[in-house]
């Protein structure tokens, strides 16, 4: 699909391509809150195209993750419309459609909606409508220095157990040559440490809630994740690691400081330094739930005047085109292209020929199992799909932040954690 042809398809304004100009004689213009991950910032200069043939001029606000979360859930919950187009993800897509914070998205044939991921489609969907559609989506796995196991004699395999992850970190730890064993996050935030912390606690069987949505955190399971998360960082890990997540560890990967790095599945394709292999999530029992789910999506604020404009953009943001763009652009190119959210991506062969990690990633992917189980009663792996879990996963992230800097004993931050958590479940009327 054309720009124009989307453009024309999703909105009733009359505009003429005089420079730019609409039909009252002034440009119209999106303001869009992103996220200060690549693949969003590069769509700032591959949108540079959109302006051009549209004549919508794009205002673009970037944010760090955390502060991004929090803007943009203040501002669509009271419809304030400082924003036309937000990043969002799976947490939040279903809940703020059903509120009606967020408008549906109804795209064109052309778009080829069937194209997206099912499991991506479905996570940013409410009862078969899609609020927000996918720029790129992840799943969770390991990114390891097969130059480093090799020369330590060890190696990686896939759904490892956490105790052969920690042995091969130890081998590769090497802090006089600036080389860390593991590389995780740690940085407060549910969509930081805890996307990482969750996911680990998972795997070893543990949950958020119980049946009855009642905390679980003081359980065996997240104690023995959180012990064996602040060991496994407090000895093999960098320096200031309550400080790190997705953007601060990708820099660290990229400047050869880390033997392995157990997260996002897209940042392998921003991985610059030699030698790297890929692994499945690591395991401590748990059968499903070991690897994540998520989609850094697009929607549209109830709040905007511009929401014809805004879902023109979003239209052409998420689709095939734009992916063609991306490869085809001199700053960029088909190893930069974003990934995870549609099956045709995998089947262009120019992708095929510069994504080593695409098997991996895929196979990441079709493995997650977001839905609820006997072991949660909550949709979700990194996050619980409530309306309250923004509020519990930023308390929670504050303590275990604290247990990883050695401000807090693990027994302290989760006993900490389990009353704040309690306190706002209670509130909230569970």
Same mark, same amino acid.
């Given at each position: 699909?054309? #720009? *124009?042809?989307?453009?024309?398809?999703?909105?009733?304004?009359?505009?003429?391509?005089?420079?730019?100009?609409?039909?009252?004689?002034?440009? *119209?213009?999106?303001? #869009?809150?992103?996220?200060?991950?690549? +693949?969003?910032?590069?769509?700032?200069?591959?949108?540079?195209?959109?302006?051009?043939?549209?004549?919508?001029?794009? !205002?673009?606000?970037?944010?760090?993750?955390?502060?991004?979360?929090?803007?943009?859930?203040?501002?669509?919950?009271?419809?304030?419309?400082? /924003?036309?187009?937000?990043?969002?993800?799976?947490?939040?897509?279903?809940?703020?459609?059903?509120?009606?914070?967020?408008?549906?998205?109804?795209?064109?044939?052309? /778009?080829?909606?069937?194209?997206?991921?099912?499991?991506?489609?479905?996570?940013?969907? +409410?009862? &078969?409508?899609?609020?927000? =559609?996918?720029?790129?989506?992840?799943?969770?796995?390991?990114?390891?220095?097969?130059?480093?196991?090799?020369?330590?004699?060890?190696?990686?395999?896939?759904?490892?157990?956490?105790?052969?992850?920690?042995?091969?970190?130890?081998?590769? +730890?090497?802090?006089?040559?600036?080389? @860390?064993?593991?590389?995780?996050?740690? !940085?407060?935030?549910?969509?930081?440490?805890?996307?990482?912390?969750?996911?680990?606690?998972?795997?070893? &069987?543990?949950?958020?809630?119980? *049946?009855?949505?009642?905390?679980?955190?003081?359980?065996?399971?997240? !104690?023995?994740?959180?012990?064996?998360?602040?060991?496994?960082?407090?000895?093999?890990?960098?320096? &200031?690691?309550?400080?790190?997540?997705?953007?601060?560890?990708?820099?660290?990967?990229?400047?050869?400081?880390?033997?392995?790095?157990?997260?996002?599945?897209?940042?392998?394709?921003?991985?610059?330094?030699?030698?790297? =292999? @890929?692994?499945?999530?690591?395991?401590?029992?748990?059968?499903?739930?070991?690897?994540?789910?998520?989609?850094?999506?697009?929607?549209?604020?109830?709040?905007?005047?511009?929401?014809?404009?805004?879902?023109?953009?979003?239209?052409? =943001?998420?689709?095939?085109? @734009?992916?063609?763009?991306?490869?085809? +652009?001199?700053?960029?190119?088909?190893?930069?292209?974003?990934?995870?959210?549609?099956?045709?991506?995998?089947?262009?062969?120019? $992708?095929? %020929?510069?994504?080593?990690?695409?098997?991996?990633?895929?196979?990441? #992917?079709?493995?997650?199992?977001?839905?609820?189980?006997?072991?949660?009663?909550?949709?979700?792996?990194? $996050?619980?799909?409530?309306?309250?879990?923004?509020?519990?996963?930023?308390?929670?992230?504050?303590?275990?932040?604290?247990?990883?800097?050695? %401000?807090?004993?693990?027994?302290?931050?989760?006993?900490?954690?389990?009353?704040? =958590?309690?306190?706002?479940?209670?509130?909230?009327? /569970?």
């Amino acid at each position: 699909m054309s #720009i *124009k042809k989307a453009l024309y398809a999703a909105t009733a304004v009359s505009l003429f391509m005089a420079g730019g100009a609409v039909a009252d004689g002034h440009t *119209k213009e999106l303001t #869009i809150a992103i996220v200060n991950n690549g +693949h969003m910032i590069n769509m700032q200069k591959v949108a540079e195209a959109y302006t051009e043939e549209t004549g919508v001029a794009l !205002k673009w606000v970037s944010l760090e993750e955390g502060v991004l979360r929090e803007q943009v859930q203040s501002d669509t919950a009271t419809g304030g419309g400082q /924003y036309d187009v937000i990043n969002i993800g799976m947490q939040e897509a279903p809940i703020w459609g059903a509120a009606g914070w967020i408008e549906p998205l109804n795209f064109g044939a052309d /778009y080829d909606a069937d194209d997206i991921l099912p499991a991506i489609r479905a996570g940013l969907s +409410h009862e &078969g409508t899609m609020y927000a =559609a996918p720029f790129y989506g992840e799943s969770s796995m390991v990114m390891y220095r097969k130059d480093l196991t090799d020369a330590a004699g060890v190696s990686i395999a896939d759904n490892d157990s956490w105790d052969n992850v920690k042995a091969a970190a130890a081998a590769m +730890h090497d802090p006089d040559n600036g080389v @860390y064993g593991a590389c995780l996050r740690g !940085k407060p935030g549910w969509g930081d440490n805890m996307a990482f912390v969750t996911t680990m606690v998972n795997s070893f &069987g543990g949950a958020w809630f119980d *049946k009855d949505y009642k905390p679980t955190i003081n359980s065996d399971e997240w !104690k023995a994740a959180i012990n064996f998360y602040v060991d496994l960082l407090g000895n093999y890990g960098p320096p &200031g690691s309550e400080g790190n997540s997705f953007n601060e560890i990708l820099a660290l990967y990229n400047e050869g400081k880390c033997g392995m790095w157990i997260d996002a599945t897209i940042a392998a394709s921003f991985l610059t330094v030699d030698g790297v =292999a @890929y692994a499945q999530s690591p395991n401590a029992g748990n059968p499903v739930g070991a690897n994540w789910l998520w989609a850094w999506a697009m929607a549209v604020p109830a709040g905007t005047e511009n929401a014809d404009e805004a879902k023109a953009f979003i239209e052409w =943001a998420t689709s095939k085109e @734009y992916v063609q763009a991306v490869g085809n +652009h001199p700053d960029f190119g088909w190893a930069k292209v974003p990934t995870g959210q549609r099956a045709s991506t995998y089947a262009l062969p120019e $992708f095929q %020929a510069v994504a080593g990690f695409a098997a991996a990633e895929m196979a990441a #992917i079709d493995s997650a199992a977001p839905q609820a189980t006997d072991l949660k009663p909550y949709v979700g792996v990194q $996050f619980a799909a409530i309306p309250e879990f923004p509020e519990v996963g930023s308390a929670v992230a504050q303590e275990i932040a604290a247990a990883l800097s050695g %401000a807090k004993s693990v027994d302290d931050a989760l006993a900490a954690s389990q009353a704040a =958590a309690e306190a706002i479940m209670t509130e909230a009327g /569970y």
